[in-house]
């Protein structure tokens, strides 16, 4: 080869990675939740669509709230695609620290988000996080070992009914819980768990004074329900399940009930990771007749933090991941029952997805869900499993220990509630409030 | 160690010593094995322990979702960049200590190790606002400097112990020779405090290495080492022991081999001193 | 032997290690000493701006005089997470120098494959704390799946969620696992320094082996034991990956370390956290100097 080639040759490489440098690349930070590890195996087709390199920092939900939030208060601008929840977006957006997703395009039909979620997702009409799946809760039950116990499931329970059913399914010798529920500590666990039900035993979390009520009565039958349930038919050490740990045990087909995010319908129900697909059934979260069901509102949304480079390939990027066409592209590939859910009115309409078991419960949960009127007696804020105020996550982990602790019978009930009555007010006072 | 002893007696202390070390090594070789199994197989009840299929699925699903070698070479960078800045800055001044003392020094050496105590997650928040405001977030060149830092009274600390066993006629025969301070050094103390540097170098290789506080909160892509990808890996999704154990044998792996085989190194200068 | 030039060169050599950990220490705790008098509540829109803010002590921000400092040490939170790191400090050290001592003197047994036992020993510290975290958590641990339930039911016994209901000692077994090896290995070199002439008169004059250990072997250890203890302290008051990954502080495992992370990171109160951070620092020295002094003593020796 002479220089002359090899010079050429050299030109011709280093234009090509001069070339390949000045493509787009742009960061997103998200959760290590099966839809969301699921895209990122379809972001090659969004690269190859726009030329948009995509880098992926997948962490575990703690993490990814921890790093994302000292991130955007810092303006670190490490990322220009934030996974976040309904309990942030409205906080950050109306710090002004979210680009505003006021520009989409008509093909994108940004009216087609269920009007809950983009509810939940804006700051005074403004939408600033897209919805990439929505969920409420909703209770999973085995239809087999329901006939079993020879009770029949009601569309809408009682929390009573519930705890009847799970004394009569257990099954110890077989493994068999009757029910498992949420008691691992941490604002976005089990703390998620027991506000929903609170609310379905007339409790909330703050008077219209902001003072904490965990000394008044609502309180205390909620956590003496829960905890005597899930000591009579729930998994041992259920003081440290989260959401991840009832999801394997139920597909391990070691509950009789799971009342938990609606998400989780498509993955009980998947043949391939669960022993126990072709015989779960679904129903309404309980109530105790107070006017409030016990289930939730929730959203796992794409924003964009103000500041970044990158902002119109981030919406680019967004419109792709939130759009009706990409429900299409995982539903033509892996079937109706996996396409990200809760977030698109038209997905409910699609008689395709209609067919789907759980699809009409999973809408009749989140339709039943209202942010705004949580409580049975008025309180002062928004938001059903949370307080959509920013010292509540902070709070709200650290009752939730104080109960995982009640659970794991380290303190009783009434120390728990003491304690959490304590720490609140405490929290709430160094706020300013 | 002259000590007549009998067969019997050194057959006792073999099986007690091989059932303590296998014991002690035993989560380590679970995770292994585990990360080979299926995940059904790695959940099984009684547990399985070697006739399972062998599979290397699992290390083919941690791959596909996040690139094991950027990971890996961040780390080298971090740890081994670390180390030898390290090194450089702490060489001179642990000879300094060991051999031209003065009433300070001992203050000085506790005082350095004192920085060591500061709680991270109390500076923390000041860091990252310095990190962001040197716009050294996610750069390799911010966590070696990081690393460094924290690491720096155990390496000078480490080195001042092991200069201080040098016999000090050695210098004063070298000096008499009419050795410049330069060549001192370079000459005479250097290649009797190797094998002290060297087990130092691979001390605080791993300790940068395993430190998993700075290199997750400071980086995201460009300089996530080995401790940002196990990080996706700390709740279950569904089933996931065998493919959680594939990830951390892969995380630790490196480290693993690098200090079974420079074991004898590291042995030989992690006393601190505590041999006189 | 050190002459007037050799001295100035000696400072100037120590002179960029000294600087630069001067500044690193000083620069963030001085930030933090400044934040700890502040309201600095981020999320309620509290910033600060590049450039003059930091050098004008971030005007931005308000005084708050010492109100930080009397919130977080009158939180019903505050003594409980102190004794909780003196806890776990002092248990992890007397079960890794315990049973450190007892397999350093072990492996200085003669016997066969030593140096392959040698490696078995060593292995976990070589391990990262989110990985042995990670691992112990959920494939021993966990009362479900977890290798200890399947033992604690062949036995017939209803297996108990360790993480819960023995949380305490769960993380004590999952660091001293972590840093048994350390001092195993120093202990381990200290017993091989030790003049085997001397046991052996011993054991002829019919000394017993307690009487030997104790007459014989621990004097000779104690400064090894010393610095075994210095270092470990050094870093167990900093641990974190070990408790945010397995319990996130609950059950009674919140260190100090790990509520100021709360109080910072979570509830994003970084004043108030910032005063955490200052009582924590104050906790590390007066520990560092009832070390220094039984240390600085040995080191001389």
Known sequence: MSTKTALRAATAIALIAGGAAQAETITIATVNNGDMIRMQGYTDQFTAATGIEVEWVTLEENVLRQRVTTDITTKGGQFDIMTIGMYETPIWGANGWLVALDDMSAEYD???????????????????????????????????????????????????????????????????????????????????????????????????????????????????????????????????????????????????????????????????????????????????????????????????????????????????????????????????????????????????????????????????????????????????????????????????????????????????????????????????? | MARSVTTRRKMINTALAWGIGLLIFFPILWTILTSFKTEAQAIANPPIFLNFDWTLENYAVVQERSDYMKFLWNSVIIAGGSTILGIIIAVPAAWSMAFVPSKATKDILLWMLSTKMLPAVGVLYPIYLLFVELGLLDSRAGLVIVMMLINLPIIVWMLYTYFKEIPGEILEAARMDGAELKEEILYVLTPMAVPGIASTILLNFILAWNEAFWTLNLTAVDAAPLTAFIASYSSPEGLFYAKLSAASTMAIAPILILGWFSQKQLVRGLTFGAVK | MATQHSRSAARLMMAPAVFLLLVWMLVPLSLTLIFSFKKFLPLRGDQIESGWDWVTFFPSLDWVGFANYSRFVTSSSFWPAVSTTLLIVGGVLIITVCLGILLAILLDQPMWGQGVVRILVIAPFFVMPTVSALVWKNMFLDPNNGLFSHLWRAFGAEPISFLSEAAMPSIILIVSWQWLPFATLILLTAIQSLDSEQLEAAEMDGAPVLKRFWFIVLPHLSRAITIVILIQTIFLLAIFAEIFVTTGGAFGTRTLSYLIFQRVLESQNVGLGSAGGVYAIILANIVALLLMRVVGKNLDA
Not at chain 1, 166 to 185: P, Q, S, V, Y
Request: net charge negative; with cysteine.
């Open chain 1, 110 to 433: 940004v009216d087609d988000i269920l009007p809950a979620m983009a509810g939940g997702l804006s700051h005074e009409g403004t939408l600033y996080a897209a919805p990439f799946y929505g969920e409420s809760s909703m209770i999973m039950y085995r239809t087999d070992l329901m006939e079993k116990a020879g009770m029949d499931m009601p569309d809408s329970p009682t929390w009573e009914f519930i705890r009847e059913a799970a004394a009569a399914m257990t099954d110890r010798d077989n493994e068999i819980n009757g029910i498992c529920l949420r008691g691992k500590a941490g604002w976005g666990e089990g703390g998620a768990f027991i506000t929903a039900m609170s609310n379905s035993f007339g409790a909330q979390w703050f008077d219209m004074d902001w003072r904490a009520t965990f000394d008044q009565e609502p309180w205390l039958n909620t956590l003496t329900f829960f905890k005597g349930m899930m000591d009579e038919s729930g998994p041992a050490g259920y003081a440290t399940n989260g959401f991840n740990e009832n999801l394997s045990l139920f597909q391990q087909g070691k509950c009789g009930m799971w009342i938990d995010a609606t998400v989780a319908a498509s993955f009980v129900t998947n043949p391939n990771d669960s022993t126990v697909a072709d015989s779960v059934g679904f129903a309404l979260a309980p109530n105790t007749g107070l006017g409030k069901n016990s289930n939730w509102l929730w959203a796992w949304a794409l924003a964009v933090p103000a500041g970044t480079q990158k902002e119109a390939e981030a919406k680019q990027f967004i419109e792709w991941a939130t759009s009706k066409d990409y429900i299409e592209l995982v539903a033509a590939a892996e079937g109706w029952a996996n396409v990200p859910p809760g977030a698109r009115t038209s997905l409910y309409e699609n008689p395709e997805y209609q067919k789907v078991p759980f699809a009409q419960m999973t809408l009749d949960s989140i339709l039943s869900a209202d942010p705004t009127n949580s409580t049975v007696n008025e309180s002062p804020y928004v938001g059903i499993q949370f307080a959509a105020i920013p010292e509540f996550a902070g709070i709200a982990t650290e009752v939730s220990q104080e109960f995982s602790a009640a659970y794991a019978g380290q303190q009783t009930v009434e120390e728990a509630l003491a304690k959490a009555q304590a720490l609140t007010n405490d929290a709430m006072e160094a706020a300013g409030y």
